[in-house]
C-alpha cells in the first residue's frame, strides 16, 4: 500500500515534466523552423553575412541546452525521498553489511549515539559483530523486511520485525532509526530472546 502512495505523490511530477518537454519540443520547432528551415529566412541571414546565421545556431543550441537542464531538473529536482524511503535505504544498507559481512557498510548505517540493551554503545556493537563474524554466525545470512512495520514519530522511526536468519538459527530485530542532520541512522537496536 504504501508503495502505491510514493508512485501516487510522484505522478504529478512525471506528467508535468512530460508537459514542459512537449511544449519545449513545440517551442523548438517553431523557432526552428522559423529561423532555420525557412528558405526566405535563411536567405535573410546569408544576406547579412556569417556572423548572423552563427549567432541564430549559437542561440539555437543555447536554448537547447538549457531547456535539457529545465527538462531535467524537473523531472529529478522536486522527487525528494519520503523519510520511510531514506529509512529503507539505511535499512538496505545494514542488511547488506551483516549479509555480505562488510563492518564497513554496516557500521555506517550506525549512528555514535547508538545504544541497546545489548550493546551501549557503537563500538561494543561493532565487537559483538565481528565476533559473529569470525565465529561463523552469519554465514549464509538473510535479512527479511515481508513483515516489517515502520512507525516514524518526531524524527525517530521504529521498524519491526527485521527478521535476520543464518545457519545459527533466526532472531526478530527491532530497529530505531533517528534522523540525525538529514540522514537517518539506527541508534537502537533490540534482539528478542537476548
Given at each position: ?44 541571414c546569408v544576406t547579412h553575412g556569417r ?144
Amino acid at each position: 500500500m504504501n508503495s502505491l502512495v510514493i508512485e501516487s505523490t510522484r505522478f504529478p511530477m512525471m506528467f508535468y515534466g512530460h508537459c514542459f518537454f512537449s511544449a519545449g519540443i513545440y517551442w523548438y520547432s517553431i523557432f526552428s523552423n522559423r529561423y532555420i528551415l525557412n528558405n526566405r529566412e535563411q536567405k535573410k541571414c546569408v544576406t547579412h553575412g556569417r556572423n548572423t546565421m552563427k549567432k541564430i545556431v549559437l542561440l539555437n543550441g543555447l536554448v537547447m541546452v538549457l531547456f535539457a537542464a529545465l527538462v531535467t531538473g524537473c523531472a529529478t529536482g522536486g522527487s525528494g525521498l519520503s523519510d520511510e524511503e531514506m529509512v529503507r535505504l539505511q535499512l538496505d544498507q545494514w542488511s547488506q553489511g551483516l549479509i555480505e559481512q562488510d563492518m564497513d557498510k554496516f557500521l555506517a548505517t550506525i549512528s555514535e549515539n547508538f545504544t541497546a540493551r545489548q550493546a551501549p554503545d557503537k563500538e561494543t556493537l561493532a565487537g559483538f559483530i565481528e565476533q559473529a563474524i569470525e565465529a561463523g554466525y552469519l554465514d549464509e545470512a538473510e535479512v527479511s523486511l515481508e513483515d516489517a512495520q515502520f512507525t516514524i514519530v518526531d524524527g525517530v522511526c521504529s521498524v519491526y520485525p527485521v527478521d535476520l536468519m543464518s545457519i545459527a538459527g533466526s532472531v526478530a530485530v527491532e530497529l530505531t532509526f533517528t534522523k540525525e542532520d538529514g540522514k537517518w541512522l539506527v541508534t537502537g537496536m533490540d534482539v528478542d530472546g537476548l
